[in-house]
Structure formats: C-alpha cells, structure tokens
C-alpha cells in the first residue's frame, strides 16, 4: 500500500502517517507479549502470518483516506525448500467518494515448482496528468492546445473507474532459479471524466489525454486492453519480502489484440533488475539495493491512460515523492538505489534507509527522446520489523522531488 501526500498537506499528513506507524508498531509489541506459555504452541508456525495494517492519510484530491492494507504471508511447502509467498490487500475509502480496492500476491507452490503471480484491482480513482515525457516544464505552449499557470504546468485531473485482472503462471526449470511462462492480462478504464477538457470555450481547452487520443484514433471515455504474455524470471533472493542478498531478473512481453476485446491492437515490453549488495558480514541488514526497470511500447497504439508510467509497476512501489503517474510516456525508465541499514547495535528490529531515484520518460509524437531529461527523487525513512522470522517490516518513508514536490509512503515489506 503506497499513500502519496503533495507538498499541499505536509505537516498534517505526516502527523497522520506518523501515528498510523506507531500505531502499527504497538500492535507488533502487544503480539509480542501475548506469545502463548506452552512452548510447543509457541514454536509451530502459524500457516498464514496477518499484518493488519491500519491505513490513515489525507491529501488535497482525496481528503480525508481511512480503510485498511493487511499483509499475508505463507509457505506451501517445507521452508527449506520452498519459497516464502506474500500477498498485500488494499480497502480504502475516502471523503471525496473514492473507492481503492487490490489484492496483489507473488505465490510459490511446493519446492518452488512454479511461481504465480496475480494483481486483482477495482478502483474509482483520480489523479493528475502532466503530458509525455521528462521535459515536462520546458514544453511549448499554444493557445487552446493545453494549458499552464504561474510559469508551472498546471495539473489535469482525470477522474476514472480502472478494473484490473492479472494473472502469470511460471514453471521452474529443473533446479535453477530459473521460471518461464504464460500470463494473461484484462485492464478496463470507463467512465473517464477529463475535468480540464473545455470543448465549449473559443478557442477549445484540450488537454493532454483528449489531444493524444484523438491524434491516436482512440476513444477518449472507455477502452480496454486483452492479451496474453511471455514471461520469464530469475529469482535468487533469500526473501522476498526483505531480501538481504540475491537478485531478481525479469522479464515479459505483452501482445494485446482486438481479438481478445482490446480498444487496439499493441505491445509493451517489461525488463526489470534487482540487485543487494551486502555492506556487512555481520550485519547482514546493512546493505544497498539497486532496482531498474525499463517499460516500452513495441508495437501499436496504447491509451494514454495505459502507457508506461511511473507509479504503475504491480506494486505501485516506484517514484516515491511523486504521484502516481507524474512521468508517462511510451518508454520509461526507471533506477533507485537505496541504503539499508539497521539502527540497534545488536537488534535487528528497528532501521532506516537513504534512497534517490531517478526517471526518464519519453513522448515520441514531441520528439522527446528517451534519456535527454532526468527528474530526480530522494528521501529517508524508517522501518520496524514486525514479524523477525520472516523479516517483515513496516515501513514509513518521506520523499523530496524537483519543484517542491514530496511524499508520504506508508507500507508493508520492503520497497523492492
């Protein structure tokens, strides 16, 4: 679960956030102190491990966001051989009458034989929209084409309904790390409402979706997208949830086709990499992570609304001190290294981390190339290990972005 705050709202949100996280911390500590006197009940392993992670928050588009984001993990078979499974809820509602719903989960059967991976989303939502691409303050402007205010792009809310249903199967290529497989992939996005769109005024107010769909042919208040994909990982990571060492490749094509219901025909690649380097031999929580992705259009014309974007990966973890969606473009590439470390000399319960980030986007109908504009994030955070044997955290980060942007993230497990 990823709550992000603009720079509007600052000091009530992190008061808010704040408050959420210790109240997720004492609860940690109650669970700790009802352990059970009959130790044989206190060694077996519980099948499913619940965080129920309150989820407290409030910024300018939403008001006031109170629901909950529980945490489950399990293994489907002997540990030492199978991979721990995790899966993340989401259930918020807000004063603005938004609704979130999700439930994404990255499952390992027995002996690790095949990985699945599922992302299941029903949301009515809002956010703002800037244009394609990282040169995104230094854009040309027109009259009547899209619109600016006080020398900074002005935000284009679109108000949306978005159903997501995913779906990736892997096998395990005999005893390596190695999984390939078949995915399928169905997101809608209906009753579209463009609020900067003024098609009445003289000259028309257009605005980035309305222009980039009509230039594509696409409709501008429904579409869909059905296809199939091509998968492939490798995952080497000691857990998954709060990796201290290994890495993670992966890789998948996704072919979309009116065929199947899609609005248009058209396909993106996914490339990822993740990477722990180890700053310590005996504190093994000290270390840097490294993850990038790169996601492409290949073929086709996407709707705006589904074309890569920071924000969008499975589990909403990239861009921390931006809104979901700040960068989009038809290719976007993503870095951010982080150091983790722990924050008790000898304990491992509580610690904290430094990350920076970095996003390029392109807009190939602007000619704004790929890697010819950055923007940059960066940021700190806490986290307090709820569950040690499975090395779940809490986590509670706040990001800093160019032009007074920031963020509040409140979150369950590792980023990546």
């Not at 990823?2 to 959420?20: A, C, D, E, G, M």
């Not at 588009?61 to 489907?76: C, D, E, K, N, R």
């Not at 807009?363 to 290990?385: A, P, V």
């Amino acid at each position: 679960m990823k709550s992000k705050i603009s720079r509007i709202f600052p000091k009530k949100t992190v008061l808010i956030s704040l408050l959420t996280f210790l109240l997720n911390f004492y609860w940690a500590i109650a669970q700790d102190h009802e352990k059970p006197a009959d130790t044989s009940i206190s060694k077996r392993e519980r099948k499913v491990s619940i965080i129920p992670l309150p989820a407290i928050a409030g910024d300018p588009t939403s008001g006031l966001i109170i629901g909950v984001a529980p945490a489950f993990s399990w293994t489907m078979g002997n540990p030492e051989t199978t991979s721990m499974s995790t899966a993340l809820g989401l259930g918020l509602v807000t004063t603005k009458r938004q609704l979130y719903t999700s439930l994404r989960s990255n499952a390992f059967l027995k002996d690790d034989s095949y990985t699945i991976l599922t992302d299941f989303r029903f949301n009515i939502n809002n956010q703002p929209t800037y244009g394609l691409g990282t040169k995104i303050w230094e854009r040309p402007w027109e009259s009547g084409s899209v619109s600016r205010e006080s020398g900074d792009l002005k935000k284009e809310m679109i108000f949306f309904r978005h159903l997501r249903l995913y779906g990736i199967a892997m096998k395990r290529l005999q005893n390596s790390r190695f999984f390939y497989g078949l995915g399928y992939h169905y997101d809608q996005m209906f009753k579209i409402d463009d609020k900067s769109l003024n098609l009445e005024a003289s000259p028309q107010e257009l605005t980035f979706h309305e222009v980039f769909q009509r230039e594509k042919g696409l409709p501008t208040k429904r579409y869909k997208q059905s296809g199939v994909s091509l998968n492939a990982v490798y995952d080497s990571r000691d857990n998954v949830a709060n990796p201290y060492k290994g890495q993670y490749l992966f890789a998948s094509w996704r072919g979309f086709s009116e065929i199947l219901g899609s609005t248009s025909n058209s396909g993106t690649l996914w490339l990822e990499y993740r990477d722990y380097f180890r700053l310590s031999k005996e504190r093994p929580r000290n270390l840097l992570a490294l993850w990038t992705y790169a996601w492409s259009v290949t073929n086709g014309e996407v709707p705006y609304m589904f074309l890569p974007a920071v924000g969008w990966d499975m589990f909403a973890r990239s861009g921390r001190a931006y809104t979901q969606g700040r960068f989009r473009g038809e290719d976007v590439v993503y870095t951010e290294l982080e150091w983790r470390f722990p924050l008790q000399k000898n304990k491992e319960r509580f610690g904290g981390v430094i990350f920076a980030n970095s996003s390029t986007a392109s807009s190939r109908t602007e000619d704004i190339n790929l890697f010819s504009h950055f923007q940059l994030g960066y940021g700190l955070g806490l986290r307090y290990m709820v569950l040690p044997k499975k090395r779940i955290n809490i986590a509670l980060d706040y990001g800093f972005g160019v032009r007074g942007a920031s963020g509040i993230f409140l979150n369950v497990n590792e980023m990546f």
